[in-house]
Structures are given as C-alpha cells and as structure tokens.
C-alpha cells in the first residue's frame, strides 16, 4: 500500500523529515537499514548541535551570532560552501530547539572537557543514542510505520518524479524479502559511503608509496553507510555536489575498532603538544585555532602521512586538560625512552622535540583563548599553546584516520530537492550525510553536521508533506 511519504534513513535527519511529515498529517513509513540494536546510524554517537543565539539560553553562554558562525564555517570550509543554504541551516539552528525539546531531546550544559564549546554547542543529555531513542519514540507516538533491517538499493523514477522504493528486508533466517513501496514523496536520508572499503580505496587511490591510504582508515560511526543510494542516484543522472576525499575525518586512537568507536576514541591532546609521524618529524601547526575548530582536519592530515599513522606527543603539564582518552598512551620517563617505545628513530625524535622547545617563546599560557604561547623559528610553526615538552612522565598516543561522514552528496536548494540537470525533482528530498557536502566542501567545526542534519531534516519533511499535499493524498 501506497504511504504519503517514504523516509530512507534512521538517523536524525531521517527522524527529524518523519516526525514533521507525520505532525502534519502524513502517513509516514520509515526504513532503516540496520536493526533496531543498531538504529540511528552516526547520530547515535554524536554529542552536540551548534547554535546560533543571540544572547545566552538555559545551556548556552553570551551569544554566538550568525555572523560569527558563518565566519567560522566559512574559515573551516576555505569558501568551499553554499553561503545561501549555509546561512539557512545557521538561522534554523535558533529555532529548532523547543521543537527538539517536544520530541523528548533534553539539554545540558557543555560538557567538563570539551574544549571551547560551551557558548556554540547545546549538548544532548544523554548524548546521541538518547536523542535518537527520543525521536524513535516520538515517531511511534505518532503513528510513523519502522522497518529494522530494511535497505533500499533502487528507486523507480518517472524522469524526475520518485514513484517507489525497492526493499531488501533482511529477515531473522538469514532470509531476503523483496519489496516494492510506493509513496507520494520520499526523503532520502541513508548517510555517505564512509563505510564502503572498497569505495574509499576508489576515492583515495593510490599515492607516492604506492599505498592505498584508505586501507588505513578506521571507521568512527555506523557500519550501514554503504552508499548505495548514494551511488545509485549518481549513475541515473542525480546532480552531485562534493570531492569523494573530502570528510569528517579526524585523528583516532590507532586501536580503536574499525566501526563504531564513536567519540571516545578520539584523541584531544594535540593543541597541547606536538605530532610527529612515522619519520619522527613534525608535520602542521598543532596549535592553529581552538580544537573544535581544528580537530576534525587532523585525519587528512594523518592520512596524507606515511603509513597513515602518527603520534600525538604531550609532557606532565598537558594531563587534566584534555578529555581523556578510552586507552592510556604510551608513558616514559624520558624523552629517548618515549621514541624506543614508539619504535621511532630517536636521534630524529630527539632533534624534532629539541628544536621544538628551544624555539617555544612562552608568554601567558591559557587553553581557554588563542593565546601569545608561540614557536619561532621552526617549521611548521606553532601559533598558539606552545609550551616546551620537557616535564616527565612524557606521554604519546598513536593516532590513525577515523572517518566520521563523507562529504560527496546529492546537490540541493533550499527546499531539500533532488537535482536532476539543475531541475528540482518535485517530490524527491534530500537530508543530513546526503547532502551535507553543500555546505561542507572541506573542514569541519563541533557539531555542525547535527545542525545540517536537524535543519534539512525538517526542511525535508515539510516539503514531502507539500509534494503529498499537491498530489491530493494529504489533508
């Protein structure tokens, strides 16, 4: 039986286009592909969403303007980004927080440890998982249909016009029904490709090594983003938007899992050291702005190393002010004795560390502003937080790419449409990793991809409910 709208996706676009299509009317079928244990896709281990206020809120100090945000989005992103629908998604974010809060998403103040953020970022008390369990009860509140286990590998268009979905319902024998799911509209919200190995090694290629770097890659959210939507709208002609390298991608503990080590894998201690690589050398400026602002190019970063592995190098004076991280680092009462256990060339690593103190110029040291601690003389330079590494225990902590979300997406406007030759499709829509690549062509800044994902989410499932509208099939 035909539905009013069709949402592909679990995460939080997907449940925030369903829960505004089922408040107006809509009779709302929703299919995720992973199983219920699994649900919500990489929100589940988000933490935040960025917003924009003008003076301070229940969990949010002073104010962050909108103009201020588009600075810094535009800073992370070097231009490459959409200012219309940039801004868009930056206005919504002043108002989609008592909707949120309808919908059971509870609030809290920033987190102790999460550097810089208590006047940008409201965070989910509960994190992530509790939001996502929120809207997921709220959906069943409302009446939308859940399928668990459902992937969409095909869409029957009419030239522009979504017309159904095709459905591999994986069941419990290990079984596969196939089904054929009409509706008057459809908001495609399936997430990038991150978790496809063999799409990543295609992207990435091979480099000066003769290395594929994406063989390296760790994966920090769900394991269900294939890409195969994603894909499959690309090869029937879907405009795209996007470089398939450009990602969240930020550095990891090297252990962490190869999915779903979410948020306490990463490692927070950079801007207060150093990171040397394989060859024991430095390689950027650790101390280029504050972290959230920073932590998420720190993967490329790596990634364009050799091996695709680093190590993030912080004395005595650096513990307690960082989050920790879920495994301890490497620990060493010298410098010497902390390059033998990496297994780095000491001579190397000492002359590095060495010529990185000697050119510290130390001024007023504090991690809560862009202080005058600087480096001269040495490259690359270190701009801000540049303290000598010289106080034992030394500590150092093996990092790796982990890929959040990838940025390569369908193109849109402002009313979430698909894009076919530069033509809106009329009742196909687009939200959160889908198209996210709009507004992020490189870069990241804390919890923005939450505020693509909320803002288009909504504006999707508005327009879904329009397109049914249009069709006579909803109130």
């Given at each position: 039986m035909a539905v009013d709208v069709l949402v592909i996706g679990g995460g939080n676009a997907a449940l925030c286009a369903a829960l505004m299509a089922s408040e107006a009317g809509c009779q709302v079928r929703l299919l995720e592909a992973a199983p219920r244990e699994w649900r919500g896709g990489n929100s589940s281990h988000t933490r935040n969403l960025r917003c924009m206020h003008d003076a301070p809120q229940d969990v949010l100090v002073d104010a962050y303007t909108e103009e201020e945000f588009w600075q810094d989005l535009l800073k992370v992103t070097g231009g490459r980004t959409d200012e219309s629908l940039a801004r868009l998604v930056i206005r919504h974010s002043a108002t989609c927080r008592p909707w949120m809060e309808r919908h059971g998403v509870r609030f809290q103040p920033s987190l102790s440890g999460a550097l810089h953020t208590a006047r940008t970022n409201a965070f989910f008390m509960g994190g992530g998982k509790a939001l996502v369990n929120a809207y997921y009860r709220s959906a069943g509140r409302l009446g939308v249909q859940i399928d668990y286990n459902a992937e969409v590998d095909a869409l029957e268009m009419d030239g522009r016009r979504f017309v159904a979905a095709w459905v591999n319902h994986k069941q419990a024998d290990g079984q596969v029904r196939r089904e054929r799911v009409?509706?008057?509209?459809?908001?495609?919200?399936?997430?990038?490709?991150?978790?496809?190995?063999?799409?990543?090694?295609?992207?990435?290629?091979q480099n000066e090594q003769g290395d594929y770097p994406a063989d390296q890659f760790l994966i920090r959210g769900t394991r269900f983003n294939q890409g195969t939507l994603l894909r499959f709208m690309r090869d029937q002609g879907a405009d795209m938007i996007g470089d398939p390298t450009q990602a969240h991608m930020v550095a990891i503990d090297a252990r962490a899992p190869l999915y779903d080590g979410g948020i306490c894998t990463r490692i927070d201690c950079v801007s207060l050291g150093v990171v040397v690589n394989r060859e024991a050398r430095r390689f950027y400026d650790e101390g280029e702005d504050f972290w959230p602002k920073r932590y998420a190019i720190w993967g490329r970063l790596v990634a364009q190393q050799p091996g695709q592995v680093a190590w993030s190098v912080i004395d005595a004076k650096a513990v307690g002010r960082f989050m920790p991280p879920v495994f301890e680092g490497t620990q060493a009462q010298t410098l010497p004795e902390l390059a033998h256990k990496l297994g780095l060339d000491e001579a190397v690593f000492m002359r590095t560390l060495m010529d990185y103190n000697a050119a510290c110029r130390v001024g007023r040291f504090d991690h809560t502003v862009l202080d005058d601690c600087h480096t001269e003389g040495v490259l690359p330079a270190k701009t801000h937080w540049a303290r000598p590494i010289d106080t034992a225990p030394f500590f150092a902590y093996a990092v790796r790419p982990g890929v959040?979300?990838?940025?390569?997406?369908?193109?849109?406007?402002?009313?979430?449409?698909?894009?076919?030759?530069?033509?809106?499709?009329?009742?196909?829509?687009v939200a959160g990793e889908m198209m996210a690549g709009n507004v992020l062509g490189q870069g990241y800044t804390a919890g923005v991809g939450m505020t693509i994902g909320t803002a288009f989410g909504r504006i999707a499932g508005t327009s879904a409910t329009l397109a049914a509208r249009r069709q006579g099939l909803v109130a």
């Open positions: 009409e509706a008057a509209s459809c908001v495609l919200a399936a997430g990038g490709f991150e978790s496809n190995r063999a799409w990543l090694r295609e992207a990435w290629g959040t979300f990838t940025y390569l997406g369908l193109k849109t406007d402002a009313s979430a449409a698909v894009h076919f030759g530069g033509c809106a499709s009329p009742n196909l829509f």
